[in-house]
T-cell receptor, first 115, second 108 residues
C-alpha cells in the first residue's frame, strides 16, 4: 500500500519564521510534488521534482523553496513565513511510467497557520 | 484563464439521488482527465481517469469526456452518505491542473 507521510498535521508559526515541511514516500516514486489548497482555489502546484536534486517551479513558487536530497524525501521551505501562506499543504508522489503518470498519491496534509 | 474550471458548489442531495459534477478546460491538447475524491481531513485520492474522449464506468461512478466542448463530467448513481466528500477534476498527465473542487453532501 502506497504511503505518503507528512511530518506534521498541524503547525502554527509566527511571521518571519523559517518553516520546514517534510514529506516522505515509500513507493520509490520518481516524481514528488508540493501543493497548497485554499477554499475556492483548489490545489495549486508550488514546486515539483522528477529526480533527486532536481526541482521545477510550479504555478505559485514565490516565497517557497524546496529540497530533494534523497529520492524518498521532498522538503518545502518557507524562508520567511507570512500570513498569506496560511494554508493546507499537500505533498504527492507518482511514478514516471507513461501508463500511470496521471496517478498521484497524496499525503494527509499539513495545516499551517502563520500568525 | 485557469486551465480547468469547476463550480465549487456546495452540492447537497438526498440519498439515492444522482450526483452530477462538471468541469471545463481550456487546452484541447490535454489527453488525461481525472477525478480525485477528498474526504474531510484527508489528502485527495484518485477515483477515476479517462484517456482521451468517451465514457468510463466503475460501479456507481461514470466519467465522461467531451473533447469537442472541452467538458468533463462525473456522475454518481444511487448516491450514499459515504459519497460525501470533495470531488476534484484534474487534467494533464505529468503536472496535474486541478479544479477548485465541489463539496458534495449526501443526506441520509
Amino acid at each position: 500500500d502506497v504511503k505518503v507521510t507528512q511530518s506534521s498535521r498541524y503547525l502554527v508559526k509566527r511571521t518571519g519564521e523559517k518553516v520546514f515541511l517534510e514529506c516522505v514516500q515509500d513507493m520509490d516514486h520518481e516524481n514528488m510534488f508540493w501543493y497548497r489548497q485554499d477554499p475556492g482555489l483548489g490545489l495549486r502546484l508550488i514546486y515539483f521534482s522528477y529526480d533527486v536534486k532536481m526541482k521545477e517551479k510550479g504555478d505559485i513558487p514565490e516565497g517557497y523553496s524546496v529540497s530533494r536530497e534523497k529520492k524518498e524525501r521532498f522538503s518545502l521551505i518557507l524562508e520567511s513565513a507570512s500570513t498569506n501562506q496560511t494554508s493546507m499543504y499537500l505533498c504527492a508522489s507518482s511514478f514516471q511510467k507513461r501508463e500511470t503518470i496521471y496517478e498521484q498519491y497524496f499525503g494527509p496534509g499539513t495545516r499551517l497557520t502563520v500568525t | 484563464q485557469k486551465e480547468v474550471e469547476q463550480d465549487p458548489g456546495p452540492l447537497s442531495v438526498p440519498e439515492g439521488a444522482i450526483v452530477s459534477l462538471n468541469c471545463t478546460y481550456s487546452n484541447s491538447a490535454f489527453q488525461y482527465f481525472m477525478w480525485y475524491r477528498q474526504y474531510s481531513r484527508k489528502g485527495p485520492e484518485l477515483l477515476m481517469y479517462t484517456y482521451s474522449s468517451g465514457n468510463k464506468e466503475d460501479g456507481r461512478f461514470t466519467a465522461q469526456v467531451d473533447k469537442s466542448s472541452k467538458y468533463i463530467s462525473l456522475f454518481i448513481r444511487d448516491s450514499q452518505p459515504s459519497d460525501s466528500a470533495t470531488y476534484l477534476c484534474a487534467i494533464n498527465d505529468y503536472k496535474l491542473s486541478f479544479g477548485a473542487g465541489t463539496t458534495v453532501t449526501v443526506r441520509a
